[in-house]
Structures are given as structure tokens and as C-alpha cells.
């Protein structure tokens, strides 16, 4: 007879609460739990692969679309296309983007959840810890609506937490390989290399492994890796002339109508906006989130704990070489992206910060001390969760 009592039924429970959450959401909201989105940019660029085309057969003017010798290209990286191309053979133009958000961000709370078990952390304390750790947060908003620029960052999270997870198991090759993909929907999460690499070595090292080990250990990866680099580079340079080049310095805001994409006179303006922002503003006599983001310690705070847990290494002297290229690392992944035109444009939060989230995971597995959630915490995160249940309802994505 099977004792129930030792059987852990908190992945499901977790489930249950994201399509409860979900649910209450979209009937409160509205949009599609499962459905197609308007913004079908990857699902038009797999149907175009299947007519043997690299360019949309037309012009769709309201969406990002790269103009590059009279054709009309996807100007962001293609890995959702991948994904969505099998899709479209069931689904055609209907392919539900809507729900592959949701099931892309449950699984990376799950993977999380895993993780925090293993590393000691309670049922209770594991559980809440994933599941406010993503949806207090600016994923939340991402994952109501599979639109192009969500879908790719939502996949991406997922992709991350996952190569983070695995590398946690030691299963170096898998995780390396989630890592190039994540690479493959967002470009700048190349900077999530320094800490896998350096982490892994680390552990290794510690362990008493030598060098040699490790190497034979991270090899498949790496191959696996380059094998991801190679066809983004190929796919880019068919396009475009260029492997660098996916398409976005080909869009009319940057290529004729004067906008830079990246530049250091960004960095300033973004700052005054995702870094120090309050998220209310008086508007026609009356309190309003503001409609284009606010600062990202409070949008994303696991961001603003793991600086927390940072200092407090510090003073007690705790910070090891591999929490210090975990931060090292996500500071200038966060500069890369403040020097963005529009750190992600019109946004509840700091959509781009999201980005950033899985380095706070992954300070959190790297900290042995680290084995529960605090109340303080649990509070924080809870209050910072209804507070973006509340943007939602005030802010269209």
C-alpha cells in the first residue's frame, strides 16, 4: 500500500494555482486563454518557411517587420518559429501562442521548484518561493498574451531557468544546450555563459574533480551549443549578408526614420525610468500606473532581494567567486539592455527586467544558507504580486 503522505503533491498544486490564476485573470481581463494573438509575427514566419520563403510574402504594418531589399522579414531571432512550425500543420494560422506562454512559464516555476527541493527548502517554502519568485513580477503580464515580443521572452525565461536547473543536477550537456536556445530568442542572454561556465567549474573544482573532468563533462554542450550558433549565424547570412544580423537594424525606426537602437544616451533616460521610477502617477486628478514601465527592483524584485542577499554576503562575509559572476554578470547584461531605445517599449513594469530574474535563481542555488523563504520575503513578494494583479487591470499590454 503506497503511503501517500510521503508523496509530494506540490508540483500539482502549483499548476492548479497558475491555471486558477490564469483563469481568474482572462475572465477578469478578457483575451484568450488558449488562443491565437493578433501579433502573429512567428507563427506568419513558419508558415512562410513552409512555402519555402526566408521573407513574408507581404507587408503586415502593424507589426516590427525588418525592409531589407524590397522583402519584408521577421526582425527577431527565430527559435519560437522552430517551435510554432509543427504547430502550424495542426493549427494553420491559429496557432495557440496564448497558451504556449503559459505552459512555457509553468514549467520554468516547476523546474524551479525542483531545484529549490533539492537544494533543502522546504515543501511550503519551495513552493510559494517559485511561484512568487516568477508572478510577482513583470513575467505575469507577458504570459496573458502570446504576442511576439512575449512569446520570445516568456520561452526564453523558460529556456534559462531550465539550462540553470539542469546545471544545478549536473547534467552540464542538456543545460548548455538550453542555454544556446535561450540565446536564439534573446540574443543578450549570451551573457548567462560567464556563470554557467564559470559555476560548473567551480562546483568541480570544489569537489575535487580535476580540470580534465570537467572539460570532458561541459564538451557535449558546448558542440551542441556551436551546432546553435552555426545556424543562427547561417540563417542570419542568407537573410541578410550578415551572421550578426537578425533583422532588427533593418526596421524603419532604425534603418530611415532617424532612431538609434543601441547607444550610451540611452542609458541615462532608461535609468530615470526602470531604475528610480515610481510605478503611480497623477493623472487627470487621479492616481494611475504609469503606462511606460517603472523601475525594475520593484517590477521584478527578486532583483532587488538578490542585491539584498548580495550585501548581506558582504558584511558577513559569505560572497564566493561564484555568487560575485553571478552579479558581475547580470550588471552587465543590465547595462546591455538599458542601452536599448526603449528598454522594451510600452509595458506594465520593466519588461525587459525579466530578462535579468533568472540570475537571482541562480544566486539562490549557489547560496548553502539559503534554505527557506522568510515572512518578511513571502510578504514582500505577495504585496508586490497583488500590486501587479492591479497593474494588469490598469495597463494593456
Not at 353 to 368: G, K, Q, W
Request: aromatic share 16%.
Amino acid at each position: 500500500m503506497i503511503n501517500t503522505r510521503k508523496k509530494d503533491f506540490t508540483p500539482l498544486i502549483l499548476l492548479l494555482a497558475m491555471i486558477i490564476l490564469w483563469g481568474i485573470m482572462h475572465q477578469w481581463l478578457g483575451g484568450s486563454f488558449f488562443g491565437p494573438t493578433f501579433y502573429n509575427t512567428y507563427t506568419l514566419q513558419a508558415l512562410a518557411w513552409r512555402d519555402g520563403l526566408l521573407h513574408l510574402p507581404c507587408d503586415y504594418p502593424y507589426l516590427e517587420l525588418a525592409i531589407f531589399e524590397g522583402e519584408f522579414y521577421v526582425s527577431f531571432p527565430p527559435l519560437p518559429s522552430v517551435i510554432l512550425f509543427p504547430l502550424t500543420f495542426l493549427f494553420g494560422n491559429q496557432t495557440p501562442d496564448n497558451l504556449l506562454v503559459k505552459l512555457y512559464a509553468a514549467a520554468a516555476c516547476l523546474m524551479m521548484y525542483v531545484s529549490f527541493r533539492r537544494a533543502g527548502y522546504s515543501r511550503l517554502s519551495g513552493g510559494l518561493f517559485s511561484f512568487l519568485f516568477c508572478f510577482a513580477s513583470s513575467l505575469l503580464p507577458l504570459t496573458l498574451n502570446g504576442a511576439v515580443w512575449y512569446h520570445a521572452q516568456v520561452l526564453a525565461f523558460f529556456l534559462i531557468t531550465a539550462a540553470i536547473c539542469l546545471l544545478s543536477m549536473d547534467f552540464p550537456a542538456p543545460a548548455l544546450l538550453c542555454y544556446a536556445l535561450s540565446v536564439a530568442c534573446r540574443p543578450f542572454h549570451a551573457m548567462y555563459a560567464l556563470p554557467l561556465f564559470f559555476v560548473y567549474w567551480r562546483l568541480n573544482q570544489q569537489a575535487g574533480l580535476p580540470i580534465k573532468t570537467t572539460a570532458r563533462a561541459l564538451l557535449p554542450g558546448v558542440i551542441l551549443g556551436l551546432c546553435v550558433a552555426a545556424g543562427l549565424a547561417l540563417y542570419n547570412f542568407v537573410r541578410f549578408g550578415n551572421p550578426l544580423e537578425f533583422g532588427h537594424n533593418y526596421l524603419p525606426e532604425f534603418s530611415f526614420q532617424g532612431g538609434i537602437q543601441f547607444s550610451v544616451h540611452h542609458v541615462l533616460n532608461n535609468l530615470k525610468t526602470f531604475l528610480w521610477g515610481l510605478p503611480l502617477e497623477i493623472s487627470n486628478g487621479a492616481i494611475a500606473f504609469k503606462k511606460f514601465g517603472y523601475s525594475m527592483l520593484i517590477a521584478c524584485p527578486m532583483l532587488l532581494l538578490m542585491i539584498i542577499y548580495a550585501i548581506r554576503d558582504l558584511i558577513k562575509k559569505r560572497m564566493t567567486w561564484a555568487k560575485a559572476v553571478v552579479m558581475l554578470s547580470c550588471f552587465i547584461h543590465a547595462f546591455l539592455l538599458l542601452l536599448h531605445r526603449t528598454f522594451g517599449g510600452f509595458q506594465l513594469g520593466a519588461r525587459y527586467a525579466v530578462d535579468l530574474m533568472p540570475y537571482a535563481y541562480f544566486y539562490l542555488l549557489i547560496s548553502p544558507e539559503k534554505k527557506k523563504l522568510s515572512i518578511a520575503e513571502g510578504i514582500f513578494l505577495f504585496l508586490i504580486f497583488c500590486f501587479t494583479l492591479w497593474g494588469c487591470s490598469q495597463v494593456h499590454i
